[in-house]
């Protein structure tokens, strides 16, 4: 069992900068795929960012490219999520996940998670 928590959403103008961390509990976070997610308002989830148990590998939505960073520390048991050059369109509930998928076709889909956090808001203001 894996529990996760966000933290460090918030409100931030456009085009600012935040750093989401994703604490996980137990000892086999370094073994799982962690996966950021987000809700926009009357909108769907959908992927934002994914990254490998040894952290080699990463991949991101396309909209986010280049603006977000995804990084993870093991002996931490956290995940980061940087985002740069914020726009409003960003304003998303973002959720941390994990999963035992690896390829980028599999961790776009919410069903193939295992494990979620409750969420952490960030509001981007125009």
């Known amino acids: 069992q894996v529990q996760l928590v966000e933290s460090g959403g918030g409100l931030v103008q456009a085009g600012g900068s935040l750093r989401l961390s994703c604490a996980a509990s137990?000892?086999?976070?370094?073994?799982?795929?962690m996966v950021w997610f987000r809700q926009a308002p009357g909108k769907e989830r959908e992927f934002v960012a994914a990254?490998?148990?040894?952290?080699?590998?990463?991949y991101y939505a396309d909209s986010v490219k280049g603006r977000f960073t995804i990084s993870r520390d093991n002996a931490k048991n956290t995940v980061y999520l940087q985002m740069d050059s914020l726009k409003p369109e960003d304003t998303a509930v973002y959720y941390c996940?994990?999963?035992?998928?690896?390829?980028?076709?599999?961790?776009?889909?919410?069903?193939?998670?295992?494990?979620w956090g409750k969420g952490t808001l960030v509001t981007v203001s125009s």
């Open positions: 996940a994990a999963s035992n998928y690896i390829s980028h076709y599999d961790l776009v889909k919410e069903t193939y998670m295992l494990y």
């Open positions: 137990g000892r086999t976070f370094s073994s799982y795929t």
């Open positions: 990254i490998t148990w040894s952290g080699s590998t990463t």
